[in-house]
């Protein structure tokens, strides 16, 4: 490993998303990601809350990751379902 790599950030890639707007000018984004680090890859799940600008740009206020695991996708589904 190089100098540069240890202590380097990770580059996130949004491998596909989907948004829902609510509110005035709030959305929900659904998004499966990737962080890449020297030492490999990560797929994962984002929940974004966020918000429009006047200018029509976006803006992103909260965020929750959760691991790409079916077992930890399906207790969050049923859970909020049950709510």
């Given amino acids: 490993m ?3 790599a240890k202590g380097k950030k990770p580059d996130f890639v949004t491998i596909s998303s989907e948004k829902i ?3 005035r000018n709030n959305f929900i984004e659904v998004a499966r990601k990737k962080a890449i680090t020297p030492e490999g890859e990560n797929e994962f ?3 974004s809350r966020g918000y429009y600008l006047p200018d029509g740009s976006e ?3 909260k ?3 959760i691991p790409d695991d079916p077992k ?3 207790f ?3 859970k909020i ?3």
């Fill in 72 to 74: 930890i996708k399906e």
């Fill in 81 to 83: 379902k049950n709510l």
């Fill in 2 to 4: 190089d100098e540069d």
């Fill in 59 to 61: 803006r992103f206020k």
């Fill in 21 to 23: 707007p609510f509110g």
């Fill in 76 to 78: 969050i589904v049923e």
């Fill in 63 to 65: 965020s929750v990751t």
């Fill in 45 to 47: 799940i984002s929940l």
